[in-house]
């Protein structure tokens, strides 16, 4: 038993739920969900729950992954060694916090332990139960069904609410600090689980097993909820994978993916974009600006088709700022040494000293601002006789 009493801690289980019609039975099954796609059952009745009031099944899938933190001597032998497996134990901390609420003990545990909850024995089979939790996980990982059937689908929608809410609070946290990452994950998973505890009262989980047994990798230590934290504590052994988002991260960066081929066309059709684009390329990679505009056309559209396919958010992002034009005659003015920025922060001054602003930003500003109009032609043109 893993005698784990605390909890560190994902973003995980919350991807948007379509919708395709299924029958309904008396019988609770599984549902099979594929790792990539995410649906919903609805009402037989109707095409699709437009009434708040009809049931709705949120379709879910998780998976618990190893921490592949392999040996040198598996590194080198790991086509002859068998493969890799590890077991996810009970827990005195998870079974405590399963057992606490009442309502969701006695609803879940008597199709699990096959008694009444006005059985004697009922509190000590439950107990039997968590304390002899064993989940296996090999390097394909475990996924859980956690699929959920909503009676009214206006919970669904205050369940998802509060999900969306607990997640903007943790995302506030500064994660560059270890210490209030892993108080403030806490704290998510405290939220996160009495928010799951309030369902029993909402409707039931498609399979069961597979939903107790994520809510106890919930509360389980050796489970890394935030992938942040999978290198600051020894003791992971596992990590949540949410299968949900990570095919939407995937189609956010296929979205991106194709966007960046657009306007890479776009860019090559305008020699100034081109440059001021390729100025901003130089800047995130530490380039030379002056020596790299230098070079021949073809090897800088080269690079930065490249750059678009490899980062297409990042080149975007530089396509879209209406300001990169300006930003790349900053840029030039810097090289060429009419203005300089300190190396010690971002402060841009003129060569007399005086400061323009304290960052790209505050420049950006200084360059736009009517008053400054005869200066700012004035560099303009040492440009153009450069």
């Not at 956690?146 to 506030?172: G, N």
């Not at 009517?370 to 700012?376: D, G, L, T, Y």
């Given at each position: 038993?893993?005698?784990?009493?605390?909890?560190?801690?994902?973003?995980?289980?919350?991807?948007?739920?379509?919708t395709?019609n299924?029958?309904?039975?008396?019988?609770?099954?599984?549902?099979?969900?594929?790792?990539?796609?995410?649906?919903?059952?609805?009402?037989?009745?109707?095409?699709?729950?437009?009434?708040?009031?009809?049931?709705?099944?949120?379709?879910?899938?998780?998976?618990?992954?190893?921490?592949?933190?392999?040996?040198?001597?598996?590194?080198?032998?790991?086509?002859?060694?068998?493969?890799?497996?590890?077991?996810?134990?009970?827990?005195?901390?998870?079974?405590?916090?399963?057992?606490?609420?009442?309502?969701?003990?006695?609803?879940?545990?008597?199709?699990?332990?096959?008694?009444?909850?006005?059985n004697?024995?009922?509190?000590?089979?439950?107990?039997?139960?968590?304390?002899n939790?064993?989940?296996?996980?090999?390097?394909?990982?475990?996924?859980?069904?956690?699929?959920?059937?909503?009676?009214?689908?206006?919970?669904?929608?205050?369940?998802?609410?509060?999900?969306?809410?607990?997640?903007?609070?943790?995302?506030?946290?500064?994660?560059?600090?270890?210490?209030?990452?892993?108080?403030?994950?806490?704290?998510?998973?405290?939220?996160?689980?009495?928010l799951?505890?309030?369902?029993?009262?909402?409707?039931?989980?498609?399979?069961?097993?597979?939903?107790?047994?994520?809510?106890?990798?919930?509360?389980?230590?050796?489970?890394?909820?935030?992938?942040a934290?999978?290198?600051?504590?020894?003791?992971?052994?596992?990590?949540?994978?949410?299968?949900?988002?990570?095919?939407?991260?995937?189609?956010?960066?296929?979205?991106?993916?194709?966007?960046?081929?657009?306007?890479?066309?776009?860019?090559l059709?305008?020699?100034?974009?081109?440059?001021a684009?390729?100025?901003?390329?130089?800047?995130?990679?530490?380039?030379?600006?002056?020596?790299?505009l230098?070079?021949?056309k073809?090897?800088r559209?080269?690079?930065?088709?490249?750059?678009?396919s490899e980062?297409?958010?990042?080149?975007?992002?530089?396509?879209n700022?209406?300001?990169?034009?300006?930003m790349?005659?900053i840029?030039?003015?810097?090289?060429?040494?009419?203005?300089?920025?300190?190396?010690?922060n971002?402060?841009?001054?003129?060569?007399?000293?005086?400061?323009?602003?304290?960052?790209?930003?505050?420049?950006?500003?200084?360059?736009?601002n009517?008053?400054?109009?005869?200066?700012?032609n004035?560099?303009?043109?040492?440009?153009?006789?450069?």
């Open positions: 038993m893993n005698n784990d009493n605390s909890v560190n801690g994902v973003t995980f289980g919350f991807g948007k739920a379509n395709e299924n029958k309904q039975t008396d019988k609770v099954s599984p549902v099979e969900v594929s790792t990539h796609t995410s649906a919903a059952i609805v009402n037989p009745s109707v095409d699709t729950p437009t009434d708040e009031n009809e049931e709705f099944t949120d379709v879910r899938t998780i998976t618990i992954s190893l921490v592949k933190n392999y040996s040198l001597y598996r590194k080198a032998n790991d086509r002859v060694l068998p493969k890799r497996r590890d077991y996810i134990g009970s827990s005195v901390t998870s079974s405590r916090i399963l057992a606490a609420n009442k309502e969701e003990i006695e609803t879940y545990f008597p199709n699990l332990v096959g008694i009444a909850p006005n004697p024995d009922f509190i000590t089979r439950v107990k039997q139960f968590l304390n939790i064993r989940i296996p996980v090999d390097e394909l990982g475990k996924q859980f069904d956690i699929s959920f059937r909503y009676f009214k689908k206006s919970d669904y929608y205050k369940v998802k609410k509060e999900e969306e809410a607990i997640e903007r609070d943790y995302q506030k946290v500064n994660r560059q600090d270890i210490k209030l990452l892993k108080e403030a994950l806490q704290m998510k998973i405290n939220r996160l689980n009495t799951e505890s309030s369902k029993c009262k909402m409707g039931y989980p498609l399979n069961l097993e597979d939903y107790l047994m994520y809510r106890h990798c919930l509360l389980y230590k050796d489970v890394a909820k935030d992938m934290l999978i290198n600051s504590d020894p003791t992971i052994r596992f990590y949540f994978k949410d299968d949900q988002k990570e095919v939407e991260k995937l189609k956010k960066f296929r979205l991106e993916v194709n966007k960046a081929k657009t306007n890479y066309v776009s860019c059709a305008d020699d100034d974009l081109f440059d684009i390729y100025i901003q390329y130089c800047n995130l990679n530490g380039l030379p600006i002056l020596s790299s230098a070079e021949d073809l090897n559209e080269i690079k930065l088709d490249k750059f678009s980062e297409p958010v990042k080149f975007n992002k530089f396509f700022n209406k300001d990169v034009r300006l790349a005659t840029e030039r003015l810097i090289a060429h040494g009419e203005l300089v920025r300190s190396d010690y971002q402060n841009i001054s003129t060569n007399e000293g005086m400061l323009i602003g304290a960052n790209m930003n505050e420049a950006i500003i200084w360059f736009k009517p008053e400054n109009a005869s200066v700012v004035a560099y303009h043109n040492k440009l153009k006789n450069i």
